[in-house]
């Protein structure tokens, strides 16, 4: 009889291969499209600090919502204030909060989902009740509650945004758990007397990171709504830091006299979104262990 061992566990529960994962991602055009857009916003933002461009809080009383020209390439606002400037600045609030959004969400979410889908019972109950309770009320009300009782700022609009992802992620985690956890190598993980908190690291983690990758990068996107969202509303980034979402909200009384002022702040909320979603389809089919490739 053949002994069963740690080590021919792993070898079970190994998921699909990095490698085999990156070739099938690298043949999905759309998600290459993607990862470039996210990769030009991210550059951008990171690299705002050092680029040669004005204050995007300085302004020009001589220069109020002038129209593109080779000053100002993308115009200037209600207050003479350089658009592409604030354009760039405006994307380091976007995607700090697609991001950290999300990474609140799966430092609490994540274990809250594991925990519930591997020991069931009681916890199980009182986690899907809590969950099913918050998934009534539709994401963005909840979000714009949060951060309305919280403050406006962007720190609360993350905090806002992270906690109104969470019901997604727990039911997410706990879906995949359930149907991870009756595999036969976490039954032979229990037979050789290996503990609820190896099993759960070591077994069914790595096993349903696959499905929480992808959930979060189409998060992010969700996120960067939001936060465009609260930021228009007044609860997200407060004037005069640049926000997209805060630019969007001023352009709105100057539709027929600065028409730019509206239209680069929404085609970048459009292809950041769109490049996360491309993206996260990609990912999807990639880390899909039944694709073939």
Not at 191 to 196: D, E, K, M, P, V
Not at 240 to 267: C, D, I, R, Y
């Amino acid at each position: 009889m053949t002994s069963i061992t740690a080590g021919s566990l792993e070898s079970t529960a190994t998921p699909r291969s990095p490698n085999r994962a990156w070739r099938k991602l690298r043949s999905h055009k759309s998600a290459l499209f993607g990862f470039g857009i996210v990769f030009f916003f991210v550059l951008v933002a990171v690299l705002a600090p050092v680029l040669p461009i004005p204050s995007p809080t300085a302004t020009d009383w001589g220069a109020i919502r002038k129209p593109p020209s080779l000053m100002h390439w993308l115009g200037t606002d209600d207050l003479g204030r350089d658009e592409l400037s604030r354009m760039i600045w405006g994307a380091q609030a976007s995607l700090l909060a697609g991001v950290v959004s999300v990474m609140i969400t799966i430092v609490i979410a994540v274990p809250t989902g594991l925990v519930a889908g591997y020991f069931g019972g009681w916890i199980d109950q009182i986690v899907s009740r809590v969950t099913d309770a918050l998934l009534a009320t539709p994401f963005l009300i909840l979000a714009i509650a949060l951060a309305a009782f919280l403050g406006p700022s962007l720190t609360n609009a993350m905090i806002a945004i992270g906690v109104s992802a969470m019901p997604i992620f727990i039911r997410v985690t706990r879906g995949q758990v359930l149907a991870v956890k009756t595999e036969d190598y976490v039954e032979g993980a229990r037979a050789i007397g290996l503990g609820h908190f190896r099993i759960i690291t070591r077994y069914i983690l790595p096993n349903v990171f696959s499905a929480i990758l992808v959930q979060s990068t189409l998060s992010i996107a969700v996120a960067i709504i939001a936060e465009a969202s609260l930021s228009f509303l007044g609860l997200g980034q407060q004037p005069p830091a640049p926000s997209w979402g805060s630019m969007l909200n001023t352009a709105k009384n100057f539709l027929e006299q600065a028409t730019w002022m509206a239209v680069w702040p929404g085609v970048a909320i459009f292809l950041v979104v769109i490049g996360f979603n491309l993206l996260g389809d990609g990912l999807r089919d990639a880390l899909d262990p039944r694709e073939t490739e």
